[in-house]
Structure formats: structure tokens, C-alpha cells
């Protein structure tokens, strides 16, 4: 039996005495807390009747509608394939339409519908109550401290 102090996989970095402690630290503290603010966002958007991938949908052409689906797939770092099953299955529920480009025949612009705008804006309320929940631990200083770490890693 091995000391049970030591680590069983010593290429692994030791949390407490490798020079890349912190970049791992905060790598699964980003992780963890992404994971948890997305299942309880998750959640609230359930009880809107969406999912978060659909809500992210709804939530870009409401910020500015008439973009493609390649241009919608690279704002939801998503490929163009997963972004049609997507706009598929919003455009069925009667959210959102697709109309054709009238400068490139193969493309066709993205547009929310009256119902997609109707869901987007009764949705948007509980997304942003949650969102402010989750860091109202923070202070208007560190939240901007944290944006500005965040796009320098970005």
C-alpha cells in the first residue's frame, strides 16, 4: 500500500505545490460555477417553456435580427450544422422565420416572429433576475475588475 499523502499520479499537478496551481484553481472554479449558474438559468427558462440553447437563439435575433445562420452559429460558437436543427425546431414552434436572402440566393436571413418576441421577453426577466442573483455577491468595482480579466483572457 502507498502512502496515502502521496499522490497516486504524480505527473498530475499537486494543487498546493505546482507553479500551475492557480491556472487550475480557477479554471474549475470557472467551470464549477459556469455549470451551476447554467443549470439553475436552465430551470427558469423550463418554466418559460425553453431550453437555454433556445433561449440563446431567441435572445441574439432580439439584439439584432436579419443575420444568417452562419452568422448566428459563429455568435453561439456552435457549428452551422447544430444550427439548423436548432432554427428547425424554433421556427416550427412559430418563433422564429427564415427568409430568404435577397442578396445571396443560397443564404437566408433569421427573424424572430411576434410569438418568438412574445416568449423572448417573457422569458428575459427571469434569465436576468437569476443572473444578478448569481453574482450579487460582487460589488459594481469587482464586476467590472472581473469583465475586464475576462476579456483579457478572451
Same mark, same amino acid.
Given at each position: 500500500?502507498?502512502? $496515502?499523502?502521496?499522490?497516486? #499520479? ?14 487550475? =484553481?480557477?479554471?474549475? &472554479? ?8 447554467? %443549470? %439553475?438559468?436552465?430551470?427558469? @427558462? ?28 459563429? #455568435?453561439?460558437?456552435?457549428? =452551422? ?24 440566393? %443560397? ?14 421577453? %417573457?422569458?428575459?426577466?427571469? #434569465? @436576468? $433576475?437569476?443572473?444578478? =442573483? ?17 476579456? &483579457? @483572457?478572451?
Amino acid at each position: 500500500m502507498g502512502d $496515502a499523502t502521496q499522490p497516486t #499520479h504524480p505527473d498530475l499537478p499537486v494543487l498546493n505545490e505546482d507553479p500551475r496551481a492557480w491556472e487550475v =484553481k480557477v479554471w474549475v &472554479k470557472l467551470a464549477r460555477l459556469y455549470t451551476l449558474i447554467e %443549470r %439553475r438559468l436552465g430551470q427558469c @427558462l423550463a418554466e418559460q417553456g425553453l431550453s437555454l440553447s433556445q433561449f440563446d437563439v431567441l435572445a441574439t435575433l432580439w439584439h439584432g435580427e436579419g443575420i444568417t445562420q452562419q452568422e448566428l452559429a459563429e #455568435h453561439l460558437l456552435v457549428t =452551422k450544422g447544430n444550427v439548423v436543427g436548432l432554427i428547425d425546431r424554433v421556427s416550427a414552434a412559430g418563433w422564429v422565420e427564415r427568409r430568404p436572402d435577397p442578396d445571396d440566393r %443560397r443564404a437566408n436571413r433569421l427573424y424572430l416572429t411576434n410569438a418568438g418576441r412574445e416568449r423572448v421577453s %417573457r422569458a428575459f426577466p427571469c #434569465h @436576468l $433576475a437569476d443572473i444578478c =442573483k448569481s453574482f450579487s455577491q460582487l460589488t459594481d468595482d469587482e464586476l467590472r475588475q472581473m469583465h475586464q480579466l475576462l476579456e &483579457k @483572457l478572451d
